[in-house]
């Protein structure tokens, strides 16, 4: 089973930018990695999925312009890229794996979920 630790979250303002970290225990080469979000009160929401064969989709076309997904498999490792970041990001970011390759729209398939990290964007 795997285990995976989410980091890189923290306090930015308005337009910076941040890079977060989906560290995992043991290989995910074979399988789909996905970001979500949670903000307080709100639905957990995808974002963005990246499939074993490096193919990424968006949930949200909306999200295309400012997120990139990314994964380095040698180090068992998923980036989430997040640009010019505005205070509706404020939320917590939760890694999650798919042992599948392929991308799923439901969260409810994805097999192994991160603790989450903490992002808030205030000034």
């Known amino acids: 089973q795997l285990h995976i630790v989410e980091s890189g979250g923290g306090l930015v303002q308005p337009g910076e930018s941040l890079r977060l970290s989906c560290a995992a225990s043991a290989s995910t080469k074979n399988y789909a990695i996905a970001w979500f979000r949670q903000a307080p009160g709100k639905e957990r929401a995808g974002i963005s999925c990246?499939?074993?064969?490096?193919?990424?989709?968006y949930y949200k076309d909306s999200m295309i312009d400012r997120f990139t997904i990314s994964r380095d498999n040698a180090a068992n490792t998923v980036y989430l890229q997040m640009n010019n970041l505005k205070p509706e990001d404020t939320a917590i970011y939760y890694c999650?794996?798919?042992?599948?390759?392929?991308?799923?729209?439901?969260?409810?398939?994805?097999?192994?979920w991160g603790q989450g990290t903490q992002v808030t964007v205030s000034s």
């Open positions: 999650a794996a798919h042992y599948r390759t392929w991308c799923t729209q439901n969260q409810g398939s994805y097999d192994v």
């Open positions: 990246i499939s074993a064969l490096g193919i990424v989709s």
